[in-house]
């Protein structure tokens, strides 16, 4: 069990990680609030995170509520939650801004014209982002029926959050220290690992669909 529990812990860390992208996050963050005072972006980064947080966990808990009540099976979940994660992964590996864990360029001259950009777009879509809410659902699917593994993938996720968080606290810094190419080295890094998690989780729901076996 404790390798279950160890592995099921790896790959949400690592989807998470992925999916919600904390250095991507606090380099926008930076950008935006770049002409506010410190206190004002930490007023900012806790509000955005607590929503984000509240969104995701909602998703976490809710998820397999709302995939019933739409007639979902999780044979589906995992081909298409897959598909998009896997899309996300391959623009993560090129350095290419994803819809799904980042915002326009209209959506940023919005937030630009904003006092304050803790619910948007810092809470979502950059932190609770298309991409992070179809991965918690389809994690929290994966571990159905098992409680401590669903407590992982939650700890798992409030993990990377925390972590966000400490990047948004420390965004300017952390710009300054890795630079722009040296944030694209990191994601490309994750953007290998979650594109492998996305094909296993395709294969999966191919699988657990039945289509093999009527062919």
Known sequence: MNEIVIETATLALATFFATIGPLD???????????????????????????????????????????ASLGISLAALRTGGGILLLLIGIDMVFARSSGSTSTTDEEEQEAMGKLDISVFPLATPLIAGPGAMGAVILLMANAEGEIVLQATVIASLM???LLTFGMLLLATRIQQLFGVTGMHVVSRVFGVLLVALAVQFIFDGIVQSGLLSSV
């Open 25 to 67: 996050v606090a380099a926008v963050f930076a950008g935006l609030t770049a002409t506010e005072s410190p206190k004002r972006r930490r007023a900012m980064a806790i509000r955005g995170t607590l929503i984000a947080s509240t969104i995701l966990l909602l998703f976490a808990v809710l998820g397999e509520f709302m995939l």
């Open 159 to 161: 993990a990377i959050i």
